[in-house]
């Protein structure tokens, strides 16, 4: 081959090189675009088309961003709320990097779906997301009316009531609320008068250990009061000792 002919050959790859990277080269934010139409932009960010405009989006997620075909996989599994999310799907889901909260994208925008603050955490297997809800602050967002949490301090039990975990019950006793079988379970051996309480008939101790309390009509009510003190054993009938 000559060196005319060789020099035009290596032109005519670079050329057709240049060409092949045209797509993602001069790509930008704010640049237009198709709808569906994403690529990468490094090993953790993409570009997504939003709007008719390229938005940023974090890929960070262990598989990062990569090229499928002629669009990006960016693994947005891993975000914090008001990132950017790719909105391919009416249910793409996110854990922040803690694990403590689920978020989900609308808008083109990370936003919080759930607080995740039991042991279990935030965990997503394939497009599912599951949220360990066991433990709940009062006023976090919940999805299953009448589903119960114990509160972060131990000392009440939480129910799901119109989206939102609220006040469900007080345990006072010496377990607080814990965690049997996997279903948050409340010590309420201890109690104060007009406390909530659930089993008609349970009786327990007042606090100051002054005299019985029984549950009636779905309170706790004085009963007996003990000269020598009420005394825990084992809860319920005959689960005290008062004197």
């Known amino acids: 081959m000559s060196r005319s ?24 934010v704010g640049g237009s675009c198709k709808p569906g139409e994403s690529l990468c932009k490094d090993k953790s960010t993409a570009l997504s088309c939003q709007s008719g405009k390229l938005a940023e989006v974090g890929c960070m997620g262990p598989l990062g961003c990569t090229r499928f075909q002629d669009h990006a996989n960016c693994d947005d599994s891993v975000a914090t709320e008001g990132d950017a999310c790719m909105g391919e799907s009416d249910e793409e889901y996110a854990c922040s990097a803690d694990k403590k909260r689920a978020l989900l994208c609308r808008g083109g925008k990370f936003e919080r779906y759930l607080e995740c603050r039991g042991k279990g955490g935030c965990s997503l297997l394939g497009h599912q997301v599951s949220c360990d809800t066991s433990v709940s602050a009062k006023g976090d967002p919940c999805k299953v009316q009448g589903a119960s949490a114990c509160a972060v301090d131990s000392k009440e039990m939480l129910v799901c009531r119109d989206g ?64 020598t003190g009420c005394t825990v054993i084992s809860g319920g009938r005959g689960g005290i000792d008062c004197k």
């Open 5 to 28: 002919a060789n020099l035009g050959f290596v032109f005519a790859v670079a050329f057709a090189l240049s060409l092949a990277l045209l797509p993602a080269c001069g790509r930008s």
């Open 164 to 227: 939102r975990f609220a006040h469900y019950r007080y345990c006072r006793g010496l377990a607080g609320c814990y965690s049997k079988d996997d279903v948050p379970a409340c010590d309420e051996t201890l109690s104060m008068d007009q406390d909530e309480c659930g089993l008609p008939g349970f009786v327990v101790c007042s606090v100051d250990g002054q005299s019985e309390l029984i549950c009636q009509g779905g309170r706790f009510t004085k009963g007996r009061t003990c000269r």
